[in-house]
């Protein structure tokens, strides 16, 4: 077995190690959610390297490295203020979603318009235009960590598969027979996961733009879905009231997660992928333990439909978004209430962490986005400009730049 490199593919909570044995990639994860800015670095390397043989002594300095940046980034004091670095009037029709690479040096928007824009961030310019569906183009994403592929869901029921050097189509994945709403790169990217308004979720192979599996078994749509860290699962969230684990080598389901009233609006794993969140219509959250596939806690008190969650990179504290006008922070272990995020005057549709953990940012209908803080629920800023409801907020991967995007037909950057 040879140990081809590592890869830091979340921040903090762990690394993740890419081998060869036989020939093929294969992924490992090691955890480091008790990594503080005081930890011996020294005695969680030697731990490290006790329990993992892929952790050879020539590989030990390399580990020690990582380790040390990481220290370093949760070491910085957050009190960063974001101010509005640049508009782009993206598309002549309103945006559907916004998308950043994992360094934040570009994003991709989807629209109305049935194409997909690539973008520079720091210069505001418009890199290449991915024209080719013949309906909204709804879903996107980036094969991050890598970044050098994209991929466009549409409501003309195809995936299409994108170089970002160059723009050009790879693939078109045909298949489905109704819109294309979410869509996912596995970690490693060798394969793509979309979910349609025909109840399945399909897989597809990269390198050949073969359909692998089709995953059958929800009785309505499907709009949430998302991998496990190593991508050895996937989880699909419906309009039936229930969420789905599948065994992505086989296609075949593992679990269904039954316990909802309503739709489910969102599903998420946490880093470890030891507990699944997910939110629903029924105006509740649930947290379900994934090897077992049991419901362990329902997060009540929200008096409308939640309609996003979102764990923190530690996967120690859950997020929720609600029709009401209000978020939630609880401790994804106790269940507790943390704090509440109170002063949007409409919906909140997209709620996430900044990858340190240390800021929440949330959408809303009310044509803001805002920062706060998760321990105190205290509104640290309000980002305000756009003229209709912001649908979509992200991070970059340092934190230090936000993205919004509004059916104002724009998008703005914040630094």
Not at 103 to 127: N, P
Not at 308 to 326: H, I, K, P, R
Not at 355 to 378: F, H, I, N
């Amino acid at each position: 077995m040879k140990l081809k490199r590592f890869l830091l593919r979340y921040y903090p909570p762990g690394i993740i190690l890419e081998y060869e044995q036989g020939g093929n990639l294969k992924t490992k994860s090691i955890d480091l959610l008790d990594l503080k800015p005081e930890t011996d670095i020294d005695a969680v390397v030697d731990e490290i390297a006790r329990k993992e043989p892929l952790i050879t002594a020539s590989k030990t300095d390399q580990v020690r490295k990582l380790l040390g940046r990481l220290q370093e980034k949760l070491a910085i004091k957050d009190d960063h203020h974001f101010y509005l670095f640049k508009v782009l009037r993206a598309h002549i029709l309103p945006l559907t979603n916004v998308a950043f690479n994992k360094s934040g040096s570009s994003f991709i928007t989807g629209s109305y318009d049935r194409t997909c824009k690539v973008w520079d961030t720091a210069s505001g310019e418009e890199l290449h235009t991915l024209e080719g569906h013949r309906n909204v183009v709804y879903a996107i994403a980036y094969n991050n960590p890598y970044g050098d592929k994209i991929a466009t869901g549409s409501f003309d029921k195809t995936c299409k598969l994108w170089s970002f050097e160059s723009g050009k189509c790879y693939h078109t994945f045909r298949g489905h027979t109704a819109e294309i709403v979410c869509l996912s790169f596995n970690p490693p990217s060798t394969m793509i996961a979309t979910g349609s308004m025909d109840t399945t979720a399909k897989l597809w192979d990269i390198q050949t733009g073969q359909e692998v599996a089709s995953l059958n078994g929800h009785s309505a749509e499907i709009i949430s879905l998302s991998f496990n860290s190593t991508g050895s699962q996937l989880i699909t969230g419906s309009f039936d009231h229930t969420v789905m684990v599948w065994d992505v080598s086989s296609g075949k389901r593992i679990h269904t997660l039954i316990g909802h009233k309503a739709e489910i609006s969102s599903a998420q794993f946490n880093y470890d992928c030891s507990l699944i969140a997910t939110g629903s219509m029924d105006k509740t959250c649930k947290i379900w333990e994934t090897n077992h596939g049991t419901c362990i806690g329902t997060l009540r008190g929200h008096e409308d439909e939640v309609l996003d969650v979102s764990f923190d990179m530690t996967g120690q504290y859950l997020l929720t978004a609600s029709a009401d006008g209000t978020a939630r922070c609880y401790n994804a272990n106790t269940h507790t209430l943390v704090s509440k995020f109170e002063g949007h005057e409409g919906e909140i549709s997209k709620i996430t962490f900044n990858p340190q953990g240390t800021t929440v940012l949330t959408a809303s209908s009310d044509k803001t986005a805002r920062l706060w803080d998760p321990e105190s629920g205290e509104c640290k800023q309000i980002l305000e400009g756009h003229t209709d409801e912001i649908f979509s907020c992200a991070f970059n991967y340092e934190g230090n730049t936000i993205i919004t995007g509004s059916k104002d037909n724009t998008c703005r950057i914040w630094r």
